[in-house]
């Protein structure tokens, strides 16, 4: 069973704005300058941040990787507050029902999560740019990159697969 990747995306929506986010503030950190910021659409790539091409391998690496970096921070606070809810079984506090709060959390952690692995098109830009510095010879960054751009592109690739099984993990536990 294969599920388009806009299928996905719609229903993993704030994932896709976190990641592009992640993408324009590393940029912005860097004083790389963005020129477009498309946190959502309709359509492939379901984001997308248009900036300067960034002069360092560190940059490079950086901004391509910025939703593995920045996206678990932003999943955090509310994967705490899920968290605290399901281990005191807080259905209700005060008399503010929590289960529909819980499971819209959950979405959001589930999402954010999903998306914080960078797309193929960001491990290629690493890839390419730890070619052409280790032929450079200046540091042994690139050396270490290689095989995480590589690990990333492959994950990348088969992520449509990973949103299946996190469905049949969560319908497993009850959440859906």
């Given amino acids: 069973m294969f599920i388009p990747g806009q299928i996905i ?3 993993t929506f704030p994932g896709v704005i976190v990641h592009e986010w992640s993408h324009a503030t590393m940029c912005r950190w860097r004083e790389i300058p963005v020129h477009e910021i498309c946190y959502f659409r309709f359509g492939d790539p379901s984001g997308y941040v248009s900036h300067d091409p960034p002069t360092d391998f ?11 970096l920045l996206g678990p921070a932003v999943a955090f606070l509310p994967g705490v507050i899920c968290f605290f809810i399901y ?3 807080g259905t209700r506090i005060g008399g503010i029902y929590l289960g529909l709060l819980y499971v819209m959390l959950l979405w959001f952690v589930g999402s954010v999560l999903f998306h914080t692995f960078p797309s193929s098109d960001d491990a290629k830009i690493v890839w390419n740019a730890c070619t052409k510095e280790v032929s450079r010879k200046k540091h042994p960054l690139p050396l270490v990159a290689f095989p995480l751009a590589a ?6 690739e088969f992520r449509p697969y990973s949103f299946i099984a996190i ?7 009850g959440v859906i």
Avoid: E, H, K, Q
């Fill in 151 to 156: 690990a990333v592109y492959l994950i990348s």
């Fill in 87 to 89: 281990i005191t079984d």
């Fill in 58 to 68: 560190w940059d490079t690496f950086l901004i391509s990787f910025a939703p593995l």
């Fill in 9 to 11: 995306a719609l229903f």
């Fill in 167 to 173: 469905l049949v993990v969560f319908g497993f536990f």
